[in-house]
């Protein structure tokens, strides 16, 4: 299987997780290839950074049998977009696509507001960019970050409404089919029914593919009001009625694939306000789902790697899926200090 969104962490945040330790979960539960996330610490923006991690990488991949990739981060600056251009040319698929957060999450590498948006699509367009483009969409403009009240997760809702994900989506799409940009435009974790159906309206128009997280499909933010779970996340968990939504979309391959968003933190951490959970156990547990809901071995393949091969043009592989998903989420779940998906059991 493959999981195309992790944010692994390592260096200045190695009191989370190691790279190491992440790969290694990830094998367990029957991975073979993740996509890691450039929003380190420091980030992966400049050559030397991404040639460091990559190396870390691959010392990590050599022990675990786990195929090692990373998404190069945009950042505001033309000439950094342009060598991350470059380097995905020189070393694709080790650098497996570019990075853009439309919005700031941890990191804070948001490049906010459409003209700068603009500058990065124009600038990919420039420089001849044909691979993905993954975008972590909302819409800066649209958040009240006044309305979170710390200690009550499910207040992050309202701060970050879904609402602000579907006109950040409106955004780029707009901004995609104006500057003739000739990659393909994913959007990361949905969350909300209202991305899914423009998103869906907009396929004959441009290459747009959307994934989706266990939380977002199996969660909803009356779950964040168990604070014991410390269900806080960027985007943050919404209504069932979206949940249904997408938990549907990925059941019938509206939904091109699933990714974890697999964020740790500590618990200290977590108490002080800082998004993301541990989401590699809770790929196992979608699939458990999924596949409990008549979901066909056919399909579930192609969410759980087979769209992402043909998406990246990626050598074909068989995709294994687990047979006993469930045993491995409950096992590995205990890797974590806590586990977000616990009241699923």
């Keep these: 299987m493959i ?13 989370k997780e190691t790279v190491l330790h992440g790969m290694s979960v990830a094998s367990r539960l029957g991975f073979t290839h993740l996509f890691d996330m450039p929003n380190t610490n420091p980030p992966l923006t400049s050559r030397s950074t991404i040639l460091e991690r990559l190396a870390l990488g691959g010392e990590s991949a050599e022990k675990t049998g786990v195929s090692y990739h990373i998404w190069a ?11 991350a251009v470059s380097m995905h040319s020189e070393l694709f698929p080790l650098i497996i696509g570019l990075k853009m ?20 699509f124009q600038t990919l ?16 403009e649209l958040l ?17 409404p879904g609402i602000a994900e579907t006109e950040s989506v409106k955004d780029l799409v707009s901004l995609a089919l104006e500057t003739g940009f000739e990659g393909t435009l994913h959007i990361c974790h949905v969350s909300a029914k209202s991305t899914i159906e423009y998103i869906v309206s907009q396929r004959q128009n441009l290459k747009i ?14 779950d964040a009001k168990n604070q014991a779970l410390m269900l806080k996340m960027n985007p943050p968990l919404r209504s069932e009625e979206d949940r249904k939504a997408v938990f549907d979309a990925l059941l019938d391959g509206t939904i091109d694939w699933a990714e974890s968003d697999h964020a740790p933190h500590t618990e200290e951490d977590k108490e002080k306000g800082a998004s993301g959970i541990p989401g590699l156990p809770g790929m196992d547990l979608l699939l458990y789902r999924l596949r409990e809901a008549g979901c066909s071995e056919e399909r579930l393949k192609a969410a759980f790697g087979g769209n992402v091969i043909r998406t990246f043009g990626l050598d074909a592989e068989d995709i294994v899926l687990s047979q006993d998903p469930y045993e491995l989420y ?7 200090s806590w586990n977000p998906y616990s009241d699923c059991n």
Aim: aromatic letters at 6%; a negative charge; glycine letters at 10%.
């Design 101 to 120: 957060f439309a919005g700031h999450s941890t990191g804070n590498m948001g490049i906010i507001g459409v003209e700068n948006q603009r500058k990065v």
């Design 330 to 336: 409950k096992a590995e779940s205990s890797q974590y």
């Design 3 to 15: 999981d195309p969104h992790v944010h692994l962490r390592d260096w200045k945040q190695s009191d």
């Design 144 to 160: 009240s970050p006044e309305l979170y009240i710390p200690g009550r997760y499910e207040t992050h809702s309202d701060a970050r």
């Design 209 to 222: 593919t959307m994934g989706a997280t266990p939380h977002h499909a199996l969660l909803t933010r009356e």
């Design 125 to 140: 367009k420039r420089a001849g960019y044909e691979g993905v483009l993954a975008v972590h969409a909302e819409k800066e």
């Design 73 to 83: 981060g945009i950042t505001n600056d033309e000439s950094e977009i342009e060598e």
